[in-house]
């Protein structure tokens, strides 16, 4: 009698370890696949940010942050920044979007609502796009719930950045790919020299010293 309940007891043992080791697993791969996730959304960002002329510097890129992950980067003050700006905002969720077909909510509502401030600010300024838009090719990929309540004119701005915003990586797509690998694997790049060696030289405006810090 008492072997078979040794033998009961060990039993359950092996099934609760067995059972806490999946859960641990699932786990790990949730956290795995989350931090994935976000390294493609700031991936996005940074190649935006890369990309415009207005940024002066990217201070750093992370996915380390409590609220998922953060590209911080310094801007010139210049009449097209809102647009330069539209598509930074735009290019989290955009690459997302274009990694697994959808965006996923939480810290995408902020980026929509900082895109919609500056699609806002160019209708009522009436600021011309910097650069040669591509055609619309693809429609806005948002819940009705996002943009049901905004005006058509900001919906076409916002329907440009982001055709705008899909060719970009489409251009840059090994330096996302590049990036995107380095963010899975260090977690955070702060070092100038580390992110240039990443992304590449740019071309970038000279003799302006009026900047802002951004974050996305």
């Not at 009961?8 to 806490?20: E, Q």
């Not at 911080?72 to 009449?79: C, D, G, S, T, V």
């Not at 500056?118 to 009705?144: M, T, Y």
Request: proline share 3%.
């Amino acid at each position: 009698m008492t072997t078979i309940l040794a033998l009961f007891i060990l039993g359950i043992g092996v099934v609760y370890v067995a059972v806490l080791s999946w859960f641990i697993r699932q786990d790990s791969n949730r956290f795995r696949q989350e931090n994935n996730r976000i390294a493609a959304h700031e991936s996005g960002h940074a190649i935006a940010a890369w990309s415009c002329t207005i940024v002066s510097d990217i201070h750093h890129i992370t996915i380390e942050k409590s609220n998922g992950g953060e590209v911080e980067y310094a801007f010139f003050i210049l009449p097209k920044a809102p647009w330069c700006l539209l598509v930074i905002h735009l290019a989290g969720l955009t690459a997302e979007i274009a990694k697994y077909g959808k965006f996923r909510s939480g810290y995408c509502i902020t980026d929509l609502y900082k895109s919609l401030q500056c699609a806002e600010e160019i209708v009522k300024n009436g600021i011309q796009c910097p650069w040669e838009l591509p055609a619309l090719s693809r429609s806005l990929p948002f819940h009705k719930m996002y943009v049901e309540d905004i005006s058509l004119e900001c919906q076409q701005v916002l329907l440009q950045a982001y055709n705008y915003c899909r060719s970009l990586l489409d251009t840059h797509r090994h330096q996302y790919k590049i990036l995107l690998a380095q963010l899975k694997n260090k977690k955070t790049i702060s070092s100038p020299q580390e992110i240039e060696s990443v992304l590449g030289n740019r071309d970038l405006i000279t003799g302006l010293r009026s900047v802002k810090i951004g974050f996305v």
